[in-house]
């Protein structure tokens, strides 16, 4: 209380220092100083007196109200401008300038202004953030390369083009074995040179992004041939929409993973990241996923390409969250508003959810990081932290109607420990998965 009063103290000593006026000689008497006695007493003041009067007394206001705009201009020159205030800037607004881009775009996508594709949306949010592994060209070239091998070494082992499974084993087999193809001549597609494609596999050296958070990059699995359970499903989808095969995405907690439909209707999941068929049950026992969430959507769904997309909004608001922090909150919730609306009941997707609540803790946070000396309870009845609880409350109720629950602490550690020995043998055998490769091999005649 004692340093509050000081400052208060300080304040007001400053206002009556700057308030004070020093008249300008000029509006006043040869001698310096007004004088009211130059008429005899009782004597009513002329009109030139009257006038005088007025005239010195507007330029005491007219002098001051100049000084105190110079010391405004000063005052603002010498205080350090706000985070808020920087967040508002123009400059700000450049430096993010690309993530703006961005979601345009993938609202053009959404409304159908400009055609879905998933390919683009993901080189969206890598292209915001910068320092791509790969130019739009080479990452197009990349895909176009794919697709057409996977064409290629489907039509010289007799599969269907026009067959959904058969697409779909073409990609799993591209991405996860040795492939050749050219090495028998083929009406349709003459002239194709022997060439060969090295699968994928797991980045298990840094499946986090820890050691560059561009590991998780789209374009840096179709750079490397590595990636993790967030990139090579993308990959796959990518893959997939090159060849008209339909194709889901699916969500476990901390996990992603691929749903499609066989010639009945009946629905295949595929684990890429270890080249399995695995059930929905084993996803449910293994990740204690609870009924209520898949009756609700938010695991075990199967997300079509406009949910992709809308999940790829929501992955250009975390994008801008490592970059620049969640700043005012605005841009982080214009992705989640608008994003929610492409799932179930406006609702299905928890990291929208989780997005939410990250952004109102911060901004409570800072409420009492900026009033040390009040207490816990007088912090939460300044009216904008009460709002922010009271939102906390909410989104905590609606996070439990969702049937969310975090991963078990002792399933989660086991998950880690076995990725980190697998992160060990990938060292011994001195795999660098940053590094550039090609996947693409031409043999020789």
């Not at 067959?163 to 050219?182: A, E, V, Y």
């Not at 494609?197 to 560059?212: I, P, V």
């Not at 990059?217 to 590595?226: D, E, L, M, S």
């Not at 989808?237 to 194709?247: C, M, N, R, S």
């Amino acid at each position: 209380m004692k340093r509050v009063l000081l400052l208060f103290a300080v304040l007001i000593t400053n206002t009556i220092c700057y308030a004070q006026y020093v008249p300008n000689p000029t509006m006043l008497n040869p001698t310096g100083v007004y004088n009211s006695n130059t008429r005899p007493k009782g004597t009513p003041p002329s009109n030139n007196q009257i006038l005088e009067l007025k005239q010195y007394i507007n330029g005491i206001r007219q002098e001051a109200y100049q000084q105190n705009q110079r010391i405004n201009e000063e005052s603002l020159k010498l205080r350090k401008p706000s985070k808020e205030d920087y967040w508002k800037s123009p400059e700000f607004a450049q430096q993010t300038k690309a993530y703006s881009d961005a979601f345009d775009k993938l609202k053009d996508m959404l409304t159908g202004k400009t055609p879905l594709s998933v390919k683009d949306a993901y080189y969206e949010i890598e292209n915001a953030n910068g320092n791509t592994y790969l130019s739009k060209e080479e990452y197009d070239l990349q895909i176009k390369k794919s697709s057409n091998f996977i064409r290629q070494w489907l039509v010289e082992n007799k599969y269907s083009l026009k067959n959904n499974i058969s697409l779909h084993f073409g990609i799993q087999k591209f991405m996860s074995d040795t492939l050749t193809i050219g090495k028998k001549h083929n009406k349709e597609m003459p002239g194709i040179k022997p060439e060969t494609h090295l699968g994928f596999y797991y980045d298990y050296q840094d499946y986090k992004a820890q050691k560059d958070e561009r590991s998780y990059y789209v374009t840096k699995t179709f750079a490397t041939g590595n990636g993790q359970c967030h990139t090579l499903p993308i990959v796959y989808l990518i893959l997939a929409e090159q060849l008209g095969a339909k194709t889901y995405l699916s969500y476990a907690p901390i996990h992603s993973f691929i749903k499609y439909p066989d010639n009945k209707g009946n629905i295949h999941n595929y684990e890429v990241t270890t080249n399995w068929q695995i059930s929905d049950q084993w996803y449910k026992e293994n990740f204690n996923i609870k009924s209520l969430a898949i009756k609700k959507g938010i695991y075990l769904n199967t997300m079509n390409s406009q949910q992709i997309v809308a999940c790829a909004m929501l992955d250009l608001a975390s994008s801008y969250d490592k970059k620049f922090g969640i700043t005012d909150g605005s841009f982080i919730a214009q992705c989640v508003d608008y994003a929610i609306n492409y799932f179930p009941n406006k609702e299905a997707n928890i990291t929208a959810w989780l997005l939410r609540v990250k952004v109102a803790n911060i901004k409570l946070n800072r409420i009492a990081k900026n009033n040390p000396d009040k207490t816990k309870e007088e912090i939460e009845n300044i009216p904008e932290a009460k709002a922010l609880i009271n939102d906390l409350n909410l989104l905590e109720t609606k996070i439990e109607s969702l049937g969310y629950e975090p991963i078990p602490e002792a399933i989660y550690d086991k998950m880690l420990q076995n990725q980190e020995n697998k992160a060990n043998l990938q060292d011994l055998k001195q795999l660098d998965n940053l590094k550039k490769r090609d996947l693409f091999i031409i043999q020789n005649q």
